[in-house]
């Protein structure tokens, strides 16, 4: 659980953005804030300036919906939105509070970035103790409280190099759970031999595009994803037809080939014999 001791009571402050278009970032204003009740924001009903929001969680709970989805921020969630989009937050209902520490961020480089991070990776994302996004982020809220006023090169570099590690944090975050999905693939596939499994399948199982996926799933088991498939048919269909209780065609259907002639095929190039001569050989 995240923890930090913070100057005064909670407040706001501005951060003096030179507004000029020069710049890829600039910090427009942070604060404190400690909300209880009436607290809700529609990200296409702010009007039309354009500024990125980072808000972290101190105590309570709030809630950030996107896509479709909800999701409740807890104590350490950091909530990354831009401004205006198809977003919305607030206090849950029958919660007490929600209380965070914001950042503002204007520039048109900053906002794409953020912008591309919350659709690729989505609104809302779980920070440790110790995390230096967490600990970056309040130290530029304690400067603004302590009386700090950078100059605009000052400015611009703070607010850049937070969206840069809290985009470079997140992507790494979330790219270690997507791998650790591919991980459960061979599971997967144990529960749907039987189906027509495609790589596309498996890739968008994991949240990968198809080149991804297959180089992470080589990189982890050493075969392609497709050869990895037709391996774990072939052991299958040799288990049935050493039990030699179904008929070859249902054995074919069961390991994923609905052809009884491509399985056969399939069959006699991984084992050098046709299911039948296999099977005969058996007794």
């Known amino acids: 659980m995240l923890s930090f001791d913070l100057p005064g009571t909670p407040t706001a402050y501005w951060c003096d953005p030179s507004g000029d278009a020069?710049?890829?970032?600039?910090?427009?204003?942070?604060?404190?804030?400690?909300?209880?009740?009436?607290?809700?924001?529609?990200?296409?009903?702010?009007?039309?300036h354009r500024v990125g929001i980072l808000q972290l969680t101190l105590a309570g709970k709030g809630?950030?919906?996107?896509?479709?989805?909800?999701h409740e921020s807890k104590v350490g969630d950091l909530m990354m939105v831009t401004v205006p989009d198809d977003h919305v937050y607030g206090l849950p209902s029958g919660k007490a509070y929600w209380e965070f520490i914001y950042l503002c961020i204007k520039g048109e480089?900053?906002?794409?970035?953020m912008q591309r991070c919350v659709e690729q990776w989505g609104p809302l994302h779980a920070l440790e103790e110790g995390n230096p996004v967490a600990s970056y982020l309040v130290d530029i809220f304690r400067d603004h409280a302590a009386g700090w006023r950078g100059d605009p090169y000052e400015n611009s570099g703070r607010a850049w190099q937070l969206v840069t590690q809290c985009c470079s944090w997140i992507q790494k975050q979330q790219q270690g759970r997507r791998a650790s999905r591919v991980e459960q693939i061979p599971a997967w596939l144990e529960q749907h031999m039987h189906e027509n499994i495609g790589i596309e399948e498996m890739a968008s199982l994991c949240g990968?595009?198809?080149?991804?996926?297959?180089?992470?799933?080589?990189?982890?088991?050493?075969?392609?994803?497709?050869r990895y498939v037709e391996q774990c048919r072939i052991r299958r269909a040799v288990a049935l037809l050493q039990e030699g209780r179904l008929p070859?065609?249902?054995?074919g259907e069961r390991c994923g080939y609905g052809d009884p002639n491509y399985f056969a095929r399939v069959f006699r190039k991984a084992i050098g014999e046709a299911p039948r001569e296999f099977q005969r050989r058996l007794g």
């Open 208 to 226: 990968f595009s198809r080149y991804h996926f297959t180089r992470l799933f080589r990189e982890r088991f050493g075969l392609a994803p497709s």
């Open 63 to 70: 809630w950030v919906e996107r896509a479709g989805e909800r």
């Open 22 to 48: 020069l710049w890829p970032a600039e910090l427009e204003s942070c604060g404190w804030s400690r909300v209880s009740r009436d607290y809700y924001w529609h990200g296409r009903k702010r009007g039309a």
């Open 248 to 251: 070859i065609a249902e054995v």
């Open 109 to 113: 480089t900053a906002l794409q970035v």
